[in-house]
């Protein structure tokens, strides 16, 4: 019923689908980008002999707050935009239009 109504003010359209999931991605790459930096930083030095990887993830987050601010959390966003936004945007497109289109086959 809910989904009946939200289509009819045109959600659950394709452009709607791709906004959606450009939106949700750009949002869970915002948060989890600065995991991604810490934990690119900690396995780069694997194997050295210093102390960097002792103090484990929230420990070299401040580390790289301290160093770089906060801008060395953010080293890298454009270019994991650039390759993370376009993935969620097909594949929730094609996610919600194979759903729709196979629903629409089973209820024929």
Do not use: W
């Not at 930083?41 to 070299?60: A, E, I, P, R, W």
């Not at 993370?84 to 289109?101: D, N, Q």
């Amino acid at each position: 019923m809910l989904k009946l109504k939200l289509r009819d003010q045109g959600y659950g359209t394709m452009s709607s689908n791709c906004g959606g999931a450009v939106v949700g991605g750009t949002v869970a790459t915002i948060i989890s980008h600065p995991f991604e930096v810490t934990k690119t930083q900690l396995q780069s030095n694997v194997g050295l002999n210093n102390k960097v990887g002792s103090t484990g993830m929230v420990g070299h987050i401040m580390n790289i707050c301290k160093r770089d601010g906060l801008k060395g959390l953010t080293v890298g966003l454009a270019p994991r935009m650039v390759k993370v936004l376009p993935s969620c945007a097909i594949f929730i497109t094609t996610f919600e239009g194979l759903k729709e289109y196979f629903n629409n086959k089973n209820s024929e």
